[in-house]
């Protein structure tokens, strides 16, 4: 909803510290998914994941969220989805070159950064979305995430992990390294 | 039957001097501090080269490099990557236009590898216009990468020699990597920040959109300043005759990014020659930009007035009586 869409970049400060409390949960269930099998517990917690994003930021289910580096404004509402800031076509007043009725998703996520205590996030360069994750649920991949950290990693998703530092440190889900639960075969 | 090993066949790809990422004449021309011009082709609508070497004449003869645009606006022309390869083979230094708006990450690293053994040294990673405005608003946009990530991808590739699969790649490309900003349209207050995030992402040139508003520009420049940005990346601003206050408007309320200024239009109004008028406005602007400090040159867009870029760059005096390098000397060829 695009009202709620607004609202949640007006109280980003209040939002990401919900936000950081979800994690906080979802990293300390990490024992307990591991043990039902992350595959298992993928789709109820997708199916609430995405009931909740879509009622407050549009969610688009990309499976790589990262709305605490873009003042929880939703960038996959950019009609170009871009992940690291405005294109260079931005209408007069802020408004999308796109969508003209709609205010740009970016103009609205630096705005949003600004209420925001790790706002500076923003700066830091996200890689492209892994297209193949769509659908899936973010928030039990960024507790996969957190924990694979300590680990092995899959070996075959370091160069990307290594292309975009920034990213892996603050935003894992955009630059994973955790296996698939649902992809028994790592990619080449 | 021509022998694949021959010299006209196999160019070498020469090792970058030093301190230089690439061996793109531009690059040397800006790390020499001298205030560098580049010039946008217009991309013919044929599949004939003398279309392309006819554009690329008259702003070889002012300009560092020619940029070969990606199907701007989201019109369909010929290729940037087919420009390029054409405007190396006949010893220009043009700059490979990437939009992420029409292809994907796997034909782009495949292309940057194909532009590079063509000859191109220099790169300009743009996110692209909306395929809505162009004239097959129908077409499936793609914007896989945006052209921040596909500016570290091209860095990746080049410094560390992998794609982003991680599968290694035998000879980097080694090309010198620009990107655009728009400093005349909202987030104002952003868009420095922006530019900053763009340095960080692998940009060591920057080419404007077109400025015609010099208050708002200096205030960005200003801001440039205090963030240090100037060290750390050239910047060549934007500029472009306009051929009537008509024209103007159309461009102002069709092209995406585009703005210019009501006193600039009704000065365009006013003018018994319209066409002149645009042309000294251009001149204006060349010498207005060159006095701001931090600006490392001018990129000059002239969209069906090609013919005038050689006069005005000359009448703004930027050269300073130096030879433009866009095109190799025929002495120093294969040199």
Redesign the interface.
């Given at each position: 909803m695009y009202r709620a869409r607004l609202f949640a970049v007006r109280h980003a400060g209040v939002f990401e510290r919900l936000y950081q409390s979800v994690e906080r949960v979802m990293v300390a269930l990490d024992p307990l998914f591991e043990r039902i099998g992350y595959g298992r517990v993928e789709r109820p917690v997708a199916i609430v994941e995405k009931v909740v994003k879509d009622l407050l930021f549009d969610c688009k289910m990309c499976g790589q969220c990262v709305l605490s580096s873009t003042g929880m404004s939703c960038p996959m509402n950019c009609p170009k989805e871009l992940r690291n800031g405005p294109c260079g076509g931005v209408r007069p007043g802020g408004f999308c070159e796109v969508k003209p009725d709609m205010l740009c998703v970016w103009c609205e996520a630096w705005d949003g950064a600004t209420r925001m205590q790790n706002g500076s996030q923003i700066n830091e360069v996200l890689p492209p979305v892994d297209r193949s994750l769509a659908g899936s649920s973010s928030w039990l991949r960024a507790s996969r995430e957190k924990a694979t950290a300590k680990r092995d990693a899959d070996a075959a998703r370091q160069a990307l992990a290594s292309a975009f530092p920034e990213a892996r440190a603050n935003e894992p889900v955009a630059a994973p390294l955790a296996d698939e639960p649902d992809r028994r075969q790592p990619f080449k | 039957m021509a022998d694949l090993d021959s010299s006209d066949l196999m160019q070498p790809y020469e090792t970058p001097p030093a301190g230089h990422v690439s061996g793109s004449r531009l690059e040397r021309v800006l790390r020499s501090g001298k205030f560098a011009v580049t010039a946008e082709l217009n991309p013919p609508d044929s599949a004939d080269p003398a279309d392309v070497f006819d554009a690329a004449r008259p702003l070889g003869e002012v300009a560092d490099a020619i940029n070969a645009t990606d199907a701007s606006g989201a019109n369909c022309h010929m290729s940037s990557i087919g420009i390029c390869s054409l405007l190396s083979r006949a010893g220009y230094g043009p700059v490979y236009q990437i939009s992420?708006?029409d292809r994907n990450?796997i034909a782009i690293q495949g292309d940057v590898l194909g532009a590079a053994a063509m000859g191109v040294r220099n790169v300009l990673c743009?996110?692209?216009?909306?395929v809505?405005v162009g004239d097959q608003p129908g077409a499936k946009?793609v914007?896989?990468?945006?052209?921040?990530?596909l500016l570290?991808?091209i860095?990746?590739m080049r410094d560390?020699g992998?794609?982003?699969?991680?599968?290694k790649i035998k000879r980097p490309p080694l090309l010198f990597l620009g990107a655009?900003?728009?400093p005349c349209?909202?987030?104002y207050?952003?868009r420095p920040?922006?530019l900053?995030?763009k340095i960080?992402?692998g940009a060591e040139f920057i080419q404007t959109?077109y400025i015609y508003d010099i208050p708002l520009f200096e205030k960005f420049m200003m801001r440039v300043r205090d963030l240090g940005l100037d060290k750390r990346v050239f910047i060549l601003a934007g500029v472009g005759p306009l051929a009537s206050a008509k024209a103007a408007r159309w461009m102002r309320s069709n092209v995406?990014?585009i703005?210019i200024p009501d006193d600039v239009i009704k000065r365009m109004e006013g003018a018994e020659k319209p066409g002149e008028e645009g042309k000294r406005l251009c001149v204006e602007l060349i010498q207005q930009v060159r006095a701001i400090q931090g600006v490392a040159g001018v990129h000059v867009m002239a969209y069906r007035r090609e013919h005038l870029v050689s006069e005005i760059v000359q009448e703004s005096g930027v050269l300073a009586g130096r030879r433009p390098v866009g095109l190799r000397r025929r002495q120093r060829a294969g040199a």
């Open positions: - | 992420c708006r990450r743009l996110t692209g216009d909306g809505g946009p914007f896989d990468f945006d052209s921040l990530s570290r991808t860095k990746t560390d992998v794609f982003l699969s991680g599968r655009a900003e728009n349209i909202p987030p207050d952003w920040e922006r900053a995030k960080e992402a959109n995406p990014g703005h």
